[in-house]
């Protein structure tokens, strides 16, 4: 493939940037990143909640004490820059800052960061639209999400996502294409990289911010539906209460909006998706590819 990245404020072929094993961010997990989407809309190409993503990357290197040498305007610039070189038109981009040298302690002795961003077209990937509109058959996982105490929730940072992959290595193994994570004291926490929301008649309810990532399609998602008329309700959810709810939906950077078909086996409503559900779906088309309304102009960064 004949993709670029930008690294350290250059644009390179994509399989220049290479990192050691022995690195501080390779061996101690300690890389932080942002993953975004890119979409086409009726008035071109566009990423969506760019400046939210940056931030949110600057707070991960903030809570890691990862300095970066970079501004957020040279971010925004350079993945603008960077999509259009590559010629993405549905797409992702990801971006990392890492300690690229050799080190064995804990704390690097050479604390040099590397940033690095990568951006593909999702057939690049191979990733297919009938892939990101596909349910999702899920189940409770074994594995708990880190609490506050260990790891912020709000930072995105390498090490902490192997609960993630465990979580989704036993939800395969048990049929599964997905899973939900409890938090250290029980409650319902978040998808492996995901939130989730369940549904009760024309209430809309998701676990609160106080253990899991603050997504920003979970906002667009709140948003949108208290603009549907539906009542958005963040409390602490149990397990045990999932057979009272009619739909359940995760939310993520690729698939926005992602229906659950079932928990554990158990059918959640009479239609996958349910109405509300395909509500919110429908709603997000109309932003994405129908007649862009300006109160939603806002959420987008034209290439």
């Given amino acids: 493939m004949d993709i670029k990245a930008w690294f350290n404020g250059n644009i390179v072929n994509w399989d220049q940037v290479k990192v050691s094993p022995l690195s501080h961010g390779f061996s101690r997990g300690s890389s932080i990143f942002e993953v975004i989407g890119i979409v086409p809309t009726p008035r071109g190409t566009a990423y969506v909640c760019l400046e939210d993503h940056i931030k949110r990357f600057f707070r991960s290197s903030e809570l890691t004490g990862i300095k970066l040498s970079v501004t957020e305007e040279d971010l925004y610039s350079a993945l603008i820059e960077l999509a259009r070189v590559n010629n993405v038109h549905k797409g992702i981009a990801k971006l990392f800052a890492y300690y690229s040298g050799v080190e064995f302690e804990t704390v690097p002795h050479n604390p040099v960061v590397d940033v690095a961003m990568f951006c593909f077209d999702l057939e690049h990937l ?49 049929g599964l294409n997905d899973v939900i994570m409890l938090d250290i004291k029980g409650n319902i926490a978040e998808g492996p990289t995901s939130n989730v929301f369940f549904v009760k008649q024309q209430s809309v309810e998701t676990p609160t911010l106080r253990n899991i990532l603050p997504g920003i399609t979970r906002k667009m998602v709140i948003e949108i539906a208290g603009d549907l008329g539906l009542d958005v309700i963040e409390r602490d959810i149990r397990p045990e209460e999932i057979p009272g709810y009619n739909e359940a939906f995760f939310t993520g950077t690729l698939e926005f909006v992602r229906p659950i078909s079932e928990i554990d086996g158990r059918k959640l409503g009479n239609s996958c998706p349910g109405p509300v559900t395909r509500l919110i779906i429908q709603k997000i088309n109309d932003i994405m590819h129908g007649t862009m309304n300006n109160k939603y102009i806002k959420w987008f960064s034209f290439v």
């Fill in 126 to 174: 191979g990733i297919r639209d009938q892939d990101l509109a596909s349910f999702s058959s899920t189940g409770i996982s074994a594995f708990r999400k880190v609490p506050n105490e260990c790891i912020p929730s709000q930072v995105k940072v390498s090490g902490l996502y192997v609960i993630a992959y465990m979580s989704m290595m036993d939800a395969l193994t048990r």
